[in-house]
Structure formats: C-alpha cells, structure tokens
C-alpha cells in the first residue's frame, strides 16, 4: 500500500528568511517520511554567542513554534497562518495531530515528533532562548558522561579487584 500523502505548506520566517523551502514553502504534496525528516533534521541555526560556534541539535520543528515572525502550517484544504509574534507550540501540536490522524505519519513518527515537540515546550518559548538550552542540554550531558565512577573493592586478604562502575546522582 503506496504511503499517504497530503498536499502541506510548511514555512516560517527566521531571521532574514533562512527556514530551509525544499518545496514546502509553496507547499506540495508529501509523504510522511518527507515531512517527518524535514521537521526532525537540524537547522543549525543556534550558535554560542562568545564562541559564534554552531551548535547542534536545534530542530525545524521548534523554530515553526517559536519563531518571532510570521508562517503557515497547511494540510490540505486546514491551514493555519500567524502574523508576527503569533508563533506557538498548540499550532504545531495541532498540525502533528491532523498529519497522523490523516495516516500521513506513522505512530513512531508521530511519536518522535511530539517527544521533540515536548522537549521544545517544556525548554522554552522563543527562538533565541535555542542556544542558551542546546548549551545547557550539552553540558548536562558531558555531567551525565562523567560521572560514572570506578568502585574498586579491597578484599580482607589485600587483593583489588575493580573494572565495575556505577553512576553517580547529581542534584
């Protein structure tokens, strides 16, 4: 059975027009798999202030929800269009809705987008609130990588023997 597709227009304004088009700014119609990896892939528009580095991780998905400018999110004949500042996390919650409901997306797709959606909502509101999270979600994650410790047990008879490790909890 050939993938559902739906007709879709995904845009948003960021910065000076910088949101990626690959057809879905005119909008086109689309498989799940197209659109899901168009959401899901990694803008790389966040950068570290003091270093300018690009940091990784900031997904398309998060800028249509937090986006200062205007956009459009369209399925079919629903569409959904917001002015400057109108951006928002129930707009995009809706339109991951009605794209699984339709079958267009797969539940592990939908799934994985909400999971990602979830991470943006519960991080924060506006775009350039991106890097400050990213930086903090990687050195979060450098903590987590250091602190397993290895625990090396001294026997009554003086041998050592080690080689086990267990993670440490960080308040």
Partial sequence: MPPNKGFVCIYCKIFCDEFPDEGFTEGKEAAGDEIYHFLIRELRYASDPATEET???DYAIWYLASSEKFGVLQIDEQIAEWTFGGSNWE???AFLHILHEKGILS????DHLMTITNEGT????D???IPAYLRAKQF???IQAQSFAPI???HWNGRVSGGVYIGLEHA
Avoid at 122 to 125: E, L, S, T, V
């Fill in 122 to 125: 519960n991080a924060f509101d």
């Fill in 127 to 129: 775009m350039y609130e």
């Fill in 152 to 154: 090396f047990v001294v």
């Fill in 91 to 93: 707009r995009v919650y």
């Fill in 107 to 110: 539940d592990e797709q939908y």
């Fill in 140 to 142: 979060s994650f450098r």
């Fill in 55 to 57: 940091i990784s991780g």
